[in-house]
Structure formats: structure tokens, C-alpha cells
């Protein structure tokens, strides 16, 4: 297998920030707040349930300000149904992105592979995509086993990370 040469930064019209999110998925809710929330003290600042994602989830919350973490706990509404939220119990990772357009058009130019259903609003009110986890032939880049959540990031949350990196 060859290697690609690594690009250099400036070559790429976006910033990934840091991390956004994480979602970890279980057969129950119940057990997951058990851990995360009794245990580790996890705020639940939000709920979400989407039929079409068949997902019910708790939103929690660590850190602070725009360095805040979300962990969304994620049973599924139906467990026969795809997709199948518990069946990687670490769902996915969620990335803050700087200008999520011009990386989802980018990353797509490189053969970056992309779940389907594009650009839309998130649980948390975000505009999202998927990178896919499997690469195809025709998009022979992905997340290697792991699906990955692009997040625009809100401008409070650009400048945070821009100040940082001054």
C-alpha cells in the first residue's frame, strides 16, 4: 500500500477545532446515566428522539463555555431497526468544524466518503454530516471503522479556538 504525501495545512479551506462530541450507545439509557451521569456527575441538558435516526437520546454536558463536551447517551426506539445506535457502543466522535460547507466540499474533491443525508440540523441545533465509516471504491477514504460527526462551529466557538491559537 502506498502513502499518500501529507498535505500541508494551508492547502485546506477548513479548521477542525476540537471535539464536539461524543455518543456512546447501549441497549439502555438507564444504564448508560448510571455511569455517566450518577457516577461521573454529567449534567443532562437535553433530550432527542428521531424515528428516521431511530435514536432516543440524553444530552449531557462537561467542561464549560465553548469548550464544553457533549456526550449524548443513545438507546435505539426500535432495537430491529437501522441504524443500530448500541451496536458500536462508541457510537461516533463529533469534531467541530469551522466552515463545515467548505470541508464536506473539500474533503468530498479528496474521495472522502459521506453517509448519506448530507448536510442537516443536528440533535443539538447544530448543522451536521457524516463522514462514513467503510470507504468505497469510489470514495476510497473514511473513517477507517469509526463514524465521525463534522459540527459547524457556532462563531463564539471559532473565535474561543482562534484566541487559543494566538
Known sequence: MSQRPL????????????????????TSKV????????????????????????V???ICAMGVGPFKVEVDLMQPMDIDKKPAVHATPLNHVGLWIDDLPKAVAW??????RFAPGGIRKGAAGFDICFLHPKASDEFPIAGEGVLIEMVQAPPEVVAAFARLAA
Open 7 to 26: 498535505r500541508p495545512a494551508q492547502d485546506r479551506p477548513f479548521k477542525v477545532l476540537g471535539i464536539q462530541q461524543i455518543a456512546i450507545g447501549g
Open 31 to 54: 444504564r448508560l446515566q448510571k455511569l455517566w451521569v450518577e457516577m461521573l456527575g454529567l449534567e443532562v441538558t437535553g433530550t432527542f428522539q428521531s424515528e428516521r435516526e431511530n
Open 56 to 58: 432516543d437520546e440524553d
Open 107 to 112: 474533503l468530498t474533491a479528496q474521495g472522502v
